[in-house]
């Protein structure tokens, strides 16, 4: 895992076992180019507007995501179900072990 010199980590060079680094340790920074790195340019900024870090990505529930952002339903479902989703369940499995 790399840090960038602003704190945040390098979530596109860094991948670990095939995996991102623990979201719990991005930053707001590293939360809005993930986004923006998978193809959600226009909606990344609602996370930034939200000031949502890595440790609040994993606390997001469904309905945040649909409501708390102010994004479209259509992008918020697929941000949620594709994305927020999968990362807190790979935090949690590497944190179980």
Do not use: C
């Not at 790399?2 to 920074?29: F, I, M, Y």
């Not at 309905?63 to 179900?81: C, H, Q, R």
């Amino acid at each position: 895992m790399e840090t960038k010199a602003n704190g945040s980590v390098d979530t596109k060079s860094s991948v670990e076992n095939g995996q991102l680094p623990d979201p719990a340790h991005w930053a707001v920074a590293d939360v809005v180019n993930y986004f923006k790195a998978t193809g959600f340019e226009e909606q990344a900024n609602a996370f930034q507007d939200q000031e949502i870090d890595g440790k609040s990505l994993l606390l997001m529930t469904r309905n945040d995501v649909l409501t708390g952002l102010s994004i479209k339903l259509g992008p918020a479902l697929k941000i949620y179900e594709y994305h927020v989703k999968p990362l807190q369940t790979q935090h949690l499995k590497s944190n179980a072990s």
